[in-house]
């Protein structure tokens, strides 16, 4: 058997969507995991709705996650004259026949299958007759002259065998009266000229496939082998559409997922390997493999993703985590000025505490990022009178510490909570509140020694706190 080759085929018509993600992901391993090759095309023939700025999004989405395409992308718009030889090619070896019919006879065909509550299948009218009979003022459609005897077997690599009968399969078109191909026929051409040996996609083109392969042996081409995906649904048990939150690579990257755990969620979204659940990606690759994808549709699940994302955030390198920090408050927020980064760098150890994406680390670290303090209105509120003597009666003392550590810390701490009749919140809420501007965040006494000495006391005769 000749090089195992697969391909992802989106459509530049928006930004790419989990569930085609999911579909690179399973493509691009099962081929590295075979030695092969993995392509991109861009099935860019929607000529209204087609963007360059969505082609772009695509590879940069596909990138972002590890995902590289070999060769150049195959730009299916540049291929439609292969197309429409092949579909003259099927009329003239009788595998494919013009059809007059006009939109009226299609549509009244339609409204009588409706009435009957049947699926619609063209009623074949054109398919035997004598062109003669043509009326001169219609320009025909080419159809496929599909199989009607008998019954189609498919050896499914993920769904096991699946038989239907040829006669559900209507005389699909092949060719518009505009003389523009259409899908079936475009995929399949582009399929065979690039060499695909396997086919693996989401479980709603069954029925395509039985109509390409069908194209296939017209033509007297090597059959590829078909793999078809269960879809992902919602948590509810609905299909995933483009229209859902979180359906596409931006949503994610946007709160902070990084792409290490975003893959290896969606290579455990409806595949298994034992009972393992991370995967480096050299890992990913060694163990794919297609008899580990379920045949039930997944469940898209926010809170797995951001626990899975969790778990990178506490065991990667940190100064992998720095980068990739970097680059998000880049991306999103605000850059990490470069006297910032050595601070962030230190203090990532409790920056991280808790955080589940690189936005709760940026919300963690905006009182290093950031010059200026920005007060929670609600939180200043907090400041009463008690409060700021608190904040004072800690100025005045921290002022004579002259090594800076939890150690020298705690009997300040301890003093004024005796002094002021209060608990640990009562000095440490205030304190945090004039030192970050909110009530929450990290522990004070990380904050103060992150901060250093000089910043702290900038920081707490602030006018802002009366």
Same mark, same amino acid.
């Given at each position: 058997?000749?090089?195992?080759?697969?391909?992802?085929?989106?459509?530049?018509?928006?930004?790419?969507?989990?569930? @085609?993600?999911?579909?690179?992901?399973?493509?691009?391993?099962?081929?590295?995991?075979?030695?092969?090759?993995?392509?991109?095309?861009?099935?860019?023939?929607?000529?209204?709705?087609?963007?360059?700025?969505?082609?772009?999004?695509?590879?940069?989405?596909?990138?972002?996650? $590890?995902?590289?395409?070999?060769?150049?992308?195959?730009?299916?718009?540049?291929?439609?004259? /292969?197309?429409?030889?092949?579909?003259?090619?099927?009329?003239?070896? @009788?595998n494919?026949?013009?059809?007059?019919?006009?939109?009226?006879?299609?549509?009244?065909?339609?409204?009588?299958?409706r009435?009957?509550?049947?699926?619609?299948?063209?009623?074949?009218?054109?398919?035997?007759?004598?062109?003669?009979?043509?009326?001169?003022?219609?320009?025909?459609?080419?159809?496929?002259?599909?199989?009607?005897?008998?019954?189609s077997? #498919?050896?499914? &690599?993920?769904?096991?065998?699946?038989?239907?009968?040829?006669?559900?399969?209507?005389?699909?078109?092949? &060719?518009?009266?505009?003389?523009?191909?259409?899908?079936?026929?475009?995929?399949?051409?582009?399929?065979?000229?690039?060499?695909?040996?396997?086919?693996?996609? $989401?479980?709603?083109?069954?029925?395509?496939t039985?109509?390409?392969?069908?194209?296939?042996?017209?033509?007297?081409?090597?059959?590829?082998?078909?793999?078809?995906?269960?879809?992902?649904?919602?948590?509810?048990?609905?299909?995933?559409?483009?229209?859902?939150?979180?359906?596409?690579?931006?949503?994610?990257?946007?709160?902070?997922?990084?792409?290490?755990? &975003?893959?290896?969620?969606?290579?455990?979204? @409806?595949?298994?390997?034992?009972?393992?659940?991370?995967?480096?990606?050299?890992?990913?690759?060694?163990?794919?493999?297609?008899?580990?994808?379920?045949?039930?549709?997944?469940?898209? /699940?926010?809170?797995?993703?951001?626990?899975?994302?969790?778990?990178?955030?506490?065991?990667?390198?940190?100064?992998?985590?720095?980068?990739?920090?970097?680059?998000y408050?880049?991306?999103?927020?605000?850059?990490?000025k470069?006297?910032?980064?050595?601070?962030?760098?230190?203090?990532?150890?409790?920056?991280?505490n808790?955080?589940?994406?690189?936005?709760?680390?940026?919300?963690?670290?905006?009182?290093?990022?950031?010059?200026?303090?920005?007060?929670?209105q /609600?939180?200043?509120?907090?400041?009463?009178?008690?409060?700021?003597?608190?904040?004072?009666d800690?100025?005045?003392?921290?002022?004579?510490?002259?090594?800076?550590?939890?150690?020298?810390?705690?009997?300040?701490?301890?003093?004024?909570?005796?002094?002021?009749?209060?608990?640990?919140? @009562?000095?440490?809420?205030? &304190?945090?509140?004039? #030192?970050? $501007?909110?009530?929450?965040?990290?522990?004070?006494?990380?904050?103060?020694?992150?901060?250093?000495?000089?910043?702290?006391?900038?920081?707490?005769?602030?006018?802002?706190?009366?």
């Amino acid at each position: 058997m000749s090089k195992v080759a697969t391909r992802f085929a989106p459509s530049p018509t928006g930004a790419l969507h989990i569930g @085609g993600v999911r579909t690179a992901l399973f493509n691009w391993l099962f081929s590295k995991n075979q030695n092969g090759t993995f392509h991109l095309r861009i099935e860019d023939t929607d000529k209204e709705r087609s963007k360059e700025e969505h082609k772009i999004q695509i590879i940069n989405s596909l990138k972002w996650l $590890g995902i590289e395409h070999d060769g150049e992308e195959y730009i299916q718009s540049q291929k439609i004259q /292969d197309h429409i030889k092949i579909a003259n090619e099927l009329l003239q070896n @009788g595998n494919a026949y013009k059809c007059y019919c006009s939109a009226e006879e299609i549509e009244e065909q339609k409204k009588r299958a409706r009435q009957k509550k049947m699926p619609y299948i063209y009623n074949r009218k054109w398919r035997d007759a004598d062109e003669k009979d043509a009326p001169k003022d219609i320009k025909p459609v080419i159809r496929f002259k599909s199989k009607i005897e008998g019954n189609s077997k #498919l050896k499914d &690599l993920v769904q096991g065998d699946v038989e239907i009968e040829n006669n559900t399969i209507e005389d699909f078109i092949i &060719l518009r009266n505009d003389g523009t191909p259409t899908y079936n026929l475009s995929a399949t051409v582009d399929d065979h000229q690039m060499g695909m040996t396997h086919i693996i996609r $989401g479980d709603d083109h069954k029925i395509n496939t039985f109509k390409q392969i069908q194209i296939y042996q017209a033509m007297g081409w090597v059959v590829p082998e078909f793999a078809h995906i269960p879809l992902i649904h919602t948590i509810e048990g609905k299909k995933l559409s483009k229209r859902d939150n979180a359906s596409t690579l931006d949503d994610f990257s946007k709160i902070g997922i990084m792409p290490d755990a &975003l893959r290896n969620y969606l290579l455990r979204l @409806g595949w298994s390997y034992q009972d393992k659940e991370i995967f480096t990606l050299e890992e990913s690759i060694e163990h794919f493999n297609l008899e580990g994808i379920g045949k039930s549709p997944s469940k898209l /699940d926010i809170s797995r993703i951001l626990s899975m994302n969790e778990h990178y955030i506490k065991n990667i390198d940190e100064n992998d985590l720095f980068n990739q920090l970097s680059k998000y408050c880049k991306l999103y927020k605000t850059e990490i000025k470069s006297d910032k980064k050595d601070t962030i760098k230190k203090s990532l150890t409790f920056l991280k505490n808790k955080a589940k994406t690189l936005e709760d680390i940026f919300n963690n670290s905006q009182y290093i990022i950031l010059d200026n303090v920005n007060f929670n209105q /609600d939180d200043i509120k907090l400041i009463d009178e008690k409060a700021k003597k608190v904040i004072s009666d800690f100025a005045t003392k921290f002022t004579a510490v002259e090594k800076l550590n939890k150690e020298t810390l705690e009997p300040i701490i301890n003093e004024l909570i005796k002094s002021n009749d209060t608990n640990f919140k @009562g000095v440490g809420q205030p &304190l945090r509140i004039a #030192l970050t $501007g909110s009530k929450f965040g990290p522990g004070i006494y990380d904050i103060i020694i992150s901060l250093g000495k000089e910043e702290v006391i900038k920081r707490l005769i602030n006018k802002k706190l009366g």
